[in-house]
């Protein structure tokens, strides 16, 4: 890797912000492959490869909607405003990439271990995304645990989702973010009580 291009990739990952306002182009499919591309070349403890990824667009985002609104109904939480609110989600982007997470318990490579390479895969396709153009929110909130939801998916028992990927064209203002000093966030550690890095 030459340093031009660790430059470029550092450019990405420092300037990456979370749009809570995307809308219309959503990438095309040679641009969502290479999404996930970049996604399944994660760190991956055993090569499970512990991930797959549902591409949701069009008259999909309606039916998540409409999921949604089940999934809420049947829990008895019936009020007009929250299942018009939950109807509406899935148009806060014109595409969403559903991230779901093989945690099977009866294997090798624990659960949490395989949560946390499909957390790097998500990181990788929002990078990349955002290499190509395209604003990312990643969002997950009660919907993506609720058992309906995921059956309605197609997820079986053990597997679950890590993230709703909401990607389009960012529109608004770039979000500003608070991040912390490196030295405020690591220590040097040789024995005994950790220390100040630097």
């Known amino acids: 890797m030459n340093i031009e291009t660790s430059v470029n990739i550092e450019k ?12 219309s182009p959503a990438p095309d499919a040679a641009v969502v492959a290479r999404m996930i591309t970049a996604a399944i070349h994660a760190p991956d403890h055993g090569r499970v490869q512990p991930w797959r990824f549902i591409v949701i667009e069009g008259d999909g985002l309606d039916a998540l909607g409409e999921l949604f609104v089940e999934a809420e109904t049947i829990k008895g939480q019936a009020n007009p405003s929250r299942l018009n609110t939950l109807r509406q989600q899935p148009h806060r982007a014109p595409m969403i990439v559903t991230v779901v997470a093989n945690i099977e318990k009866d294997h090798a490579i624990p659960p949490v271990e395989r949560q946390v390479a499909v957390g790097c895969a998500v990181q990788n396709l929002i990078l990349l995304a955002e290499a190509a153009g395209f604003g990312t929110y990643w969002r997950t909130g009660p919907m993506a645990y609720d058992a309906v939801v995921k059956r309605g998916l197609g997820l079986s028992e053990s597997e679950e989702i890590i993230a709703f990927v ?5 529109a608004g203002e770039v979000p500003k973010r608070s991040i912390q000093s490196v030295t405020q966030v690591t220590q040097r550690w040789s024995g005994g009580k950790p220390q100040a890095w630097v």
């Not at 990405?12 to 809308?23: E, F, G, T």
């Open 12 to 23: 990405v990952i420092v300037n990456r912000r979370s749009y809570p306002k995307l809308v």
């Open 166 to 170: 909401y990607v389009g064209t960012a």
